[in-house]
């Protein structure tokens, strides 16, 4: 495998998703209707993968994923693939968007490894960059199920915290250097009383993991719960900033923020590719705040990319390697 070093300073990276390529929109599709096994599912994904890969190395994207191909739902994709889960109806997220929501129906168990296949693709082919291993996490879990079996919203976030532990193990035993686990719901219930239960299911996921130990949290009304945030067992936070014009980083630099920052500096809801000035502009508006230094400043998009274009995606993506270089020489 090539080597390759990850810039000490603004190294940059994505937060997990990727436009569906065709190979993948077809598996799924060939999979749900009961057409395949699910090894054959993740045979005919992997083209998907080298696709996305490929685009990240013509970006040059410092610290990859492997898009989320296999993926068609967040929640839905481990649910599937987990003991204690059944198939819901459709429920509307957003817009026209709607997800089969899962219903928990029994103590939920992990089976075997759910994302291991195409993280070890991705980084067989990578040339060399570090890939994330992305998992969707506990407490995100239960707020997008149904639960008709515990009744009891922190056992089950805390099981849920179990076999999330249990995913990342496996991950972390083949060589996964980076681990994020996906919390998008927190911030659409920002109360104090849930974020110390996702603390305490945290304590569970990544309590001496050796990996950079990295959340992910985007939208939602985030500022009202940084403080009860702060001493998570994290390494890095990594939050949409550019949709909501940075109106987080005051908050943050109120509450003494410590930890390393994902800092989102491209919008994945417009479909307008940022320039490279304007993404330029943003890191500026950070380091002018002094909350963190180019050492722990990770540059990338707000969110996944998957409503994206794909010619859209890499060209963000391109603009944002491309700042972040420039942004090296300045600060």
């Known amino acids: ?32 209707a009961g057409e ?13 993968v080298r696709d996305v890969v490929n685009d990240y190395v013509w970006a040059g994207v410092d610290i990859i994923s492997d898009g989320e191909q296999a993926r068609d739902d967040m929640v839905v994709y481990f649910a599937e693939r987990l003991g204690g889960y059944g198939r819901g109806d459709w429920v509307r997220v957003f817009d026209n968007v709607y997800f089969k929501k899962p219903i928990v129906t029994g103590k939920v168990e992990w089976l075997r490894p759910m994302i291991l296949d195409h993280w070890e693709y991705a980084t067989s082919i990578s040339m060399g960059r570090p ?20 009744r009891d919203k922190r056992e089950l976030v805390l099981d849920l915290a179990k076999v999330v532990r249990r995913e990342l193990e496996e991950l972390v035993k083949r060589g996964a250097k980076y681990v994020q686990v996906d919390e998008p719901a927190l911030s659409t219930r920002p109360w104090r009383e849930d974020a ?71 919008d994945v809801h417009i479909h307008q590719v940022e320039s490279v000035k304007e993404i330029e502009e943003a890191i500026d508006k ?32 391109k603009n944002m390697v491309e700042a972040a270089k420039r942004a090296r020489e300045k600060w």
């Open 196 to 266: 110390e239960l996702l603390k305490e299911a945290l304590d569970i996921v990544f309590k001496g993991l050796d990996a950079k130990r990295i959340v992910h949290i985007c939208f939602g009304r985030l500022e009202r719960i940084i403080p009860y945030i702060l001493d998570y067992p994290v390494d890095q936070f990594d939050l949409e900033m550019k949709n909501s014009n940075f109106r987080l980083l005051p908050f943050l630099k109120e509450y003494g923020y410590n930890k390393e920052l994902g800092f989102g500096v491209v």
């Open 131 to 150: 890939v994330k291993a992305i998992i969707t996490g506990p407490y995100t879990m239960v707020e997008w199920s149904f639960d008709i079996h515990y």
């Open 36 to 48: 395949i096994s699910e090894e054959e599912f993740l045979d005919l994904v992997k083209p998907a």
């Open 1 to 32: 495998m090539a080597s390759y070093t990850v810039p000490v300073k603004f190294p940059t990276t994505v937060v997990g998703s990727y436009p569906k390529m065709p190979q993948a929109e077809e598996a799924i599709k060939r999979r749900k």
């Open 286 to 317: 950070l380091m002018k705040t002094d909350i963190v230094g180019p050492e722990k400043t990770y540059i990338k998009p707000d969110c996944g990319l998957k409503r994206q274009q794909r010619e859209t995606a890499r060209l963000k993506l």
